[in-house]
């Protein structure tokens, strides 16, 4: 049995409020720390949950492409800079939050009134400038969640007052780790592997340390008891089921297209790969607004970036 341990080498804030955080676990036998290090990448990357906004309710809007009066940046760009918004949240039901301010200002995100369970981690956060005495209005839905959700795929109210957001759940946003040999005197051979965490700021490194090896022993007592979770079960049904094509859940945003072709593809609800390959060349030209340039910039792009030729 391993007498390993692990240690915490340096933990400090950085820049708008991540943290970062450097551990090493020593006294690995030969292989194992490759082994240990992807588990804990991968389930830190992927399995610790978060709080994100899902959703928003502006005053007076309607749609993603309308102006508000009096605010310099559109909706799509308010919309897009609380994305940045972080948050730490203790509890992990939906909450509710309100902007309300009167221009002339500044809005950033320690404007947003919220609930006493939720903190803004990045309060100087830049939303949106009023340069006229308007009001600017806006609710905002939280949701806890894990990894990357597609706008329609978390706020289950269908009102149509209210926008949806892609939301990034994911509390760690890097992690990086070596492994070193060591010698001793007796020349027997064991591993240090070093870890480096980055957060959002939302939770410590050393927290998501934690956290991530507790998922890991709870994971592996349900296979020792033989009985899996009924969400593990479930995931692997939808894997089963998920289509070859690997793209298909990217979001449009991620081609950074120009702004007449991007906002074209928004108004026919095409909001991911797997929307865009449902149509042919014919058909997308056929779209309002959308001519044989801005086509011919999606198919350029697509084969560039993800190798996808339209035929």
């Known amino acids: 049995m391993n007498n390993f341990y692990i240690k915490c080498l340096k933990s400090e804030k950085i820049e708008s409020g991540s943290m970062y955080g450097q551990f090493v676990i020593k006294s690995l036998h030969p292989g194992q720390g490759i082994t240990v290090g992807n588990l804990l990448r991968r389930v830190l990357l992927s399995d610790l949950k978060g709080t994100a906004i899902t959703a928003v309710r502006i005053a007076g809007v309607r749609d993603e492409f309308s102006t508000i009066p009096g605010v310099r940046e559109d909706v799509l760009e308010i919309l897009l800079n609380l994305k940045g918004i972080i948050l730490k949240s203790n509890t992990k039901d939906t909450e509710f939050g309100r902007l309300k301010i009167k221009g002339p200002a500044v809005v950033t995100a320690s404007s947003i009134e919220l609930p006493s369970s939720l903190e803004v981690i990045n309060p100087n956060h830049y939303i949106a400038t009023i340069s006229t005495s308007n009001v600017l209005e806006i609710e905002l839905n939280f949701e806890h969640g894990t990894g990357y959700k597609l706008a329609g795929q978390t706020f289950c109210n269908k009102s149509q007052d209210y926008l949806q957001i892609d939301a990034i759940f994911m509390p760690v946003q890097k992690v990086d780790f070596k492994i ?49 979770p009924q969400e593990i079960n479930d995931s692997k049904n939808e894997t089963i089921s998920t289509p070859k094509n690997l793209h298909t859940n990217i979001a449009i945003e991620e081609l950074h297209l120009s702004v007449r072709a991007y906002n074209c593809l928004k108004r026919a609800q095409i909001n991911t790969i797997g929307d865009l390959l449902k149509y042919s060349p014919e058909k997308l030209q056929e779209l309002k607004n959308f001519g044989r340039k801005s086509a011919d910039e999606v198919f350029t792009t697509l084969k560039n970036k993800l190798g996808i030729v339209l035929k």
Do not use: M
């Not at 490194?205 to 009985?227: H, M, Q, T, V, W």
């Open 180 to 228: 070193e040999n060591v010698y001793d005197n007796s020349n027997y051979l064991t591993e240090r592997l070093f870890l480096d965490i980055w957060t959002n700021g939302s939770i410590s490194p050393e927290d998501a340390i934690y956290s991530g090896s507790k998922f890991i022993i709870d994971l592996f007592n349900s296979l020792l008891e033989n009985k899996l």
